[in-house]
């Protein structure tokens, strides 16, 4: 099955990603270029409809991102977003202009009036909230275009030219502070487009696993599998499409959670796929004895991944093709912008060197997160997996703080566990992004029975975030605190207290290490 195609035009804004999310969760195909994309390249997409994102760009400056004129000849309907709206208007022939401080300048949530005429906001109300970020304005709107939304401030916040099917938004339709805005795009997509709505993860399981066929043939795959979401769905799709082919290599480094390894076999066992789980946990353990500096486990876990995986490797064999669970937004991000390294992620997909193989598949790669969990479920892989929280690589290691013991490890496995148990029951984690216990370093003096105790503490975190590059510490009630803090002191011998992390990252990040 071919679908149709949005291109969503990457103009550098920071909600570039979402409005592509937006357009795929309205059952529409979409991909993200770069302005920089030859028009020729564009073409070949054979897109229904361009989507020009925001950007932090002014049009009006030398320097400032532009496109190939003739995009606007092509006779594709535009949709252009802040500062893909300005761009449209300028190279059309309208004049975009910086914003006064009192006149134009908008930031945040701003009532706007629509004319419901327009065809991107038919049937909708005729005000709401949208999301604004702007600096500059549209002072005159282009030839052939009408003004067909405006704020207290901006008479242009939105303008159209119905007959080209051209449509730009001052504001943010993608952003969820804006009323309706998820609607202007599905309006824009169908009613001007013409879209079909012919996307979905029933239809991708389909023509992936076809696809997969297609190209392994005969040949043989392995995939290293960490128990993540993207791994595990990158295995089930691979598993339904070649079966015994594939080779799924499940490194245990003893650093997981209670019962995880056993959960993530037990979700494998439907299918007829060559499972190897590598019970390493002495090896970990063994190379771990002592570190306390979180750069230093992570690294040593990382080496210590890749030995115990190649060694499986070479019991397997040659092999065609090497799988990863990379998904799309590891593509649009791969090569983009070099931020300090805070923590180094240790990627446990990341492994082409160590193995002799000819190719690699990415089955994932053109799928958002939603989407790998919505595939997931369509595979039949169980909710426990394709719902799970996302889970550092190193594991449990950077959540005993400190030097990592079995012991310690079999504390913290016990109060995790309960955390989790307590959330679930409480309904609580559907809100929440990522909720774990930690063992703290701390011993302190308790008194239990009639004894005094000198045990650890361990911290309980709860955070809620859209991205996980800032996040706030979650409001839970003290009730559930209460309860969970009771169980663990109870049922965890060698805790004697439980902690509750209120910060927020930044100045804190989400793991303690
Ligand atoms: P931080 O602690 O950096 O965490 O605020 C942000 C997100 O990344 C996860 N995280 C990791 N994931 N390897 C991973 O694969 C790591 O070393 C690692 N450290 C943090 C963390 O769980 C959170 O979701």
Partial sequence: MSHQ????????????????????????????????????ELRAVNPIGIIFTGGPGSVYLDGAPRVDPDIFTWGVPILGICYGCQL?????????????????????????????????????????????????????????????????????????????????????????????????????????????????????????????????????????????VDSSVAAALLAEAVGEQLTCVFVDHGLMRKNEGDEVEAAFSRWAVNFVRVNAEDRFLIKLAGVDEPERKRKIIGEEFIRVFEDEAKKVGAVDYLAQGTIYPDVIESGAGDAAVIKSHHNVGGLPDCVDFKEIVEPLRLLFKDEVRALGRELGLPEYLVERQPFPGPGLAIRVIGDVTKEKLDMLRE?????????????????????????????????????????????????????????????????????????????????????????????GTVEFE
């Fill in 5 to 40: 195609t949005v291109i969503v035009l990457d103009f550098g804004g920071q909600y570039n990603q979402l409005i592509a999310r937006r357009v795929r969760e309205c059952g529409v195909y979409c991909e993200v270029r770069p302005y920089t994309a030859p028009l020729g």
């Fill in 88 to 228: 449209m208007a300028q190279a059309l022939g309208g004049r975009v202009v910086p914003a006064q401080e009192d006149c134009a300048r908008e930031y945040g949530k701003t009532e706007t009036f629509f004319d419901t005429g327009c065809r991107l906001f038919r049937g909708l109300p005729e005000s709401g909230i949208t999301w604004m970020s702007h600096g500059d304005y549209m002072e005159r709107a282009p030839e052939g275009f009408t003004l067909a939304a405006r704020s207290a401030a901006c008479p242009s916040a939105a303008i159209a030219d119905e007959a080209r099917g051209f449509y730009g938004v001052q504001f943010h339709p993608e952003v969820n502070h804006t009323g309706h805005g998820t609607d202007m795009i599905r309006r824009f997509l169908f009613d001007v487009c013409g879209a079909a709505g012919d996307w979905s993860m029933e239809g991708y399981k389909r023509t992936a696993v076809a696809a997969l066929r297609d190209k392994i043939g005969a040949g043989r795959v392995l995939l290293a599998l960490s128990g993540g």
């Fill in 415 to 507: 109060a995790d566990a309960i955390f989790r148990e307590e959330m679930a029951r409480a309904g609580e984690e559907a809100r929440l992004s990522q909720f774990f216990a930690a063992l703290t370093n701390m011993r302190s003096v308790g008194v239990m029975g009639d004894g005094r105790t000198y045990d650890y503490a361990v911290a309980l975190r709860a955070v809620t975030t859209d991205d996980f590059m800032t996040a706030d510490w979650a409001r839970i009630p003290y009730e559930l605190l209460d309860r969970v803090s009771v169980r663990i002191v109870n049922e965890v011998r060698g805790i004697n207290r439980v902690l509750y992390d209120v910060t927020a990252k930044p100045p």
